[in-house]
């Protein structure tokens, strides 16, 4: 089954929307970008394309350059972070710095690695103690894009907040800063860089803190976040870029099998971003969506392994057993292995996976028939495909490889720059 | 009458009046009359899980000319003769869609009411899309499951005699091979012929910011029996 979550709110407006959605109050151009803002409209180019401001409303915002070509959209930006080019470099910064750990030796980085398209290659991460987390990391490419973050936690939105998660979170200990606010302070306001990079990043934080706040942190580390960018594939030189060279044959035959009706993959998977739960700038709808793909059914009751069950552990509703945020797509060629908790090893697995519309554990602790769980979508119905036909489809995956983003110097570890 | 049976009344009656709604909502723009999209979309053929819903927003808009982002036609070249019994395939690129570009800011204000800020791209249409899918007016081609995202190029061949449009397609692809029946159409068709690719980038059938439409460059090509 499948998650709307504003689902109730939609039905409570149908009504009013019935009435009004022709009065010719509400055109579908207008720019109502909220808090993406102003961006929209100040195309101003860029490496490729256009540009444009990535926020609004801060007196401090600059011009910022997506450098995205015409037509992919741009991340939603908040209000009170707008986008600027030092704040997007202190947040690299930050992003690959070991001293935002308990440990002294960890960073953001240690879990989203730049070549595996921002993450680890781990079935489940490993926090900076040690401890073995349930789930594994989420790739960052095209993260300013989503609506719902992390595996399964519809509240959780905004990358300002999501990024104390890893930082403070106990259970699991990910960077393992808990407790250590104070330290964690004073070793960056003893940094000279940071001593310029922060007042320049927010020049109008004229407070008693001064600009080195933990808000701060959160917002330069999510700047940096917003311009983790997927847009370069081969896929997106032939369908945004209009390169009839960029795709083989053989991808282009699997790309009308991925969006046909005979796999349904692109139901869970479609859009610019090949993920739902998306939102982006001017974009005024906002769907967050999960899904129960059959990975397990303990015992035929539906069930997931304790302690990974999905939006239930945030719901606590049962229907919601074992439903997660379908990710993207984009660069899944590099992001073995699959599925939330890393239980599927290769594209080949996954697509067995799908194919049979869930998966069947024959015997262990987990043993069960997938496709017939109960909390199941209605979407996953499996298919057949012929050898050739599986080659084509993953040469289509293949073919979401951003080999420029994962190579991106804009977005590489500062550290380890040569002067 | 039952309970039961009252209910069920109800619920019909409640349906022909959202469905009433939504037709009247379709179509009621006492301003500025939209279109018959029948006329507008006849006689369109669809490739490449192309849809009716992105080509009407297509349609919408006249075409601008930047040079950077026209289709440009590789097969058939300006004044080719195409000849067989079977239709060759006919191809295209983007002149320079990743290049070193920049795009003047044509953003109109934002409460303009310009043609193109209509009603079929409106988020609550959107939004509610699958309601008027299945309660709304029958829509001429159902086009093929998923939305369009990405380019879209809408090929015109008209002929160069009588400026008549011989046959129109829109695909997401950047290939066109004619079916038998289509090859003849164009062999049949007063000569030479035009070929012209209007193009967009799309997001869930609506274009995008900035992205279009974007005229194409026109070639000229004989089709002989």
Redesign the interface.
């Known amino acids: 089954m499948t998650l709307r979550v504003p689902s109730a709110a939609l039905v409570l407006s149908l009504g009013w929307a019935t009435v009004v959605g022709c009065s010719g109050g509400d055109d579908g151009n207008t720019p109502t970008s909220g808090e993406g803002g102003s961006g929209a409209h100040n195309p101003t180019g860029g490496d490729g394309g256009q540009g444009g401001q990535g926020g609004q409303g801060g007196d401090d915002a600059q011009p910022f350059d997506w450098g995205l070509p015409p037509g992919f959209p741009r991340p939603k930006v908040p209000t009170d972070n707008p986008m600027s080019t030092v704040k997007v470099e202190l947040g690299r910064r930050l992003f690959y710095d070991q001293r935002l750990s308990g440990t002294g030796d960890f960073s953001c980085a240690s879990c989203h690695r730049q070549e595996l398209a921002f993450t680890d290659g781990l079935a489940l991460s490993v926090g900076s103690t040690g401890e073995v987390h349930p789930r594994g990391s989420m790739s960052l490419a095209n993260t300013g894009f989503i609506s719902a973050l992390t595996w399964a936690n519809p509240l959780l939105d905004t990358l300002e907040e999501q990024a104390l998660v890893p930082m403070f979170g106990e259970e699991p200990v990910e960077l393992g800063l808990a407790g250590k606010e104070v330290e964690l302070l004073e070793r960056l306001a003893a940094d000279p860089l940071y001593q310029e990079l922060f007042p320049a990043a927010f020049p109008d934080d004229s407070d008693d803190d001064g600009p080195l706040t933990l808000k701060n942190i959160t917002r330069a580390i999510a700047a940096f976040q917003r311009t983790i960018l997927s847009y370069r594939s081969p896929f997106d030189r032939y369908t945004y870029g209009g390169d009839p060279t960029a795709m083989t044959p053989s991808a282009l035959r699997g790309r009308d099998l991925f969006f046909s009706e005979q796999m349904e993959c692109f139901h869970c998977h479609g859009g610019f971003n090949f993920s739902d739960s998306v939102t982006h700038d001017g974009s005024t709808f906002t769907e967050v969506m999960f899904h129960n793909t059959g990975l397990y059914n303990i015992g035929g009751t539906g069930a997931y392994p304790e302690g990974n069950t999905g939006l239930r552990e945030i719901t606590g509703l049962a229907a919601d057993m074992g439903r997660f945020r379908a990710p993207t797509l984009r660069n899944i060629a590099v992001t073995a292995p699959y599925m939330h908790d890393g239980s599927v090893a290769t594209l080949d697995d996954a697509l067995d996976h799908y194919g049979s519309g869930g998966r069947t554990i024959p015997d262990g602790p987990h043993a069960g028939v997938g496709s017939d769980s109960p909390f199941k979508s209605e979407l996953l119905l499996g298919f057949t495909l012929t050898p050739a036909e599986r080659d084509d489809v993953k040469a289509f995956l293949e073919s979401l490889t951003d080999d420029k983003l994962l190579t991106d110097p804009r977005l590489s570890d500062p550290w380890t720059e040569t002067p | 009458m039952t309970p039961w049976t009252r209910r069920l009344a109800c619920t019909a009656l409640s349906t022909l009046a959202?469905s009433a709604?939504?037709h009247?909502?379709?179509c009621?723009?006492a301003?500025s009359p939209e279109p018959d999209d029948e006329d507008l979309l006849a006689g369109v053929i669809y490739r490449g899980?192309a849809t009716d819903e992105a080509l009407r927003a297509l349609l919408a808009v006249a075409p601008e000319d930047v040079p950077a982002?026209a289709?440009v036609i590789?097969v058939p070249v300006h004044g080719a003769t195409l000849t067989g019994a079977t239709a060759p395939e006919l191809?295209?690129?983007?002149r320079d869609?990743?290049?070193?570009?920049?795009?003047p800011?044509r953003?109109?204000p934002?409460?303009l009411?310009?043609p193109?800020?209509?009603?079929?791209?409106?988020?609550?249409?959107?939004?509610?899309a699958p309601?008027l899918d299945l309660l709304g007016p029958e829509r001429e081609a159902r086009a093929h499951?998923?939305?369009l995202?990405?380019?879209g190029y809408l090929l015109v061949f008209t002929s160069s005699d009588d400026d008549q449009v011989v046959m129109r397609v829109f695909t997401?692809?950047?290939?066109y091979t004619p079916d038998p029946s289509e090859w003849e159409r164009l062999q049949t068709a007063a000569q030479p012929l035009t070929l012209v690719i209007t193009?967009?980038?799309?997001?869930?059938n609506?274009?995008?910011?900035?992205?279009?439409p974007f005229a194409g460059e026109p070639s000229t090509f004989i089709v002989s029996p």
């Open positions: 959202a709604l939504l009247a909502g379709a009621t723009q301003t899980g982002q289709a590789d191809r295209w690129h983007i869609a990743f290049g070193d570009m920049r795009l800011d953003r109109p934002p409460n009411p310009l193109w800020n209509d009603r079929a791209s409106s988020p609550l249409r959107r939004a509610f309601l499951g998923s939305p995202n990405g380019r997401s692809v950047l290939t193009n967009a980038v799309f997001e869930d609506v274009i995008a910011e900035d992205a279009g």
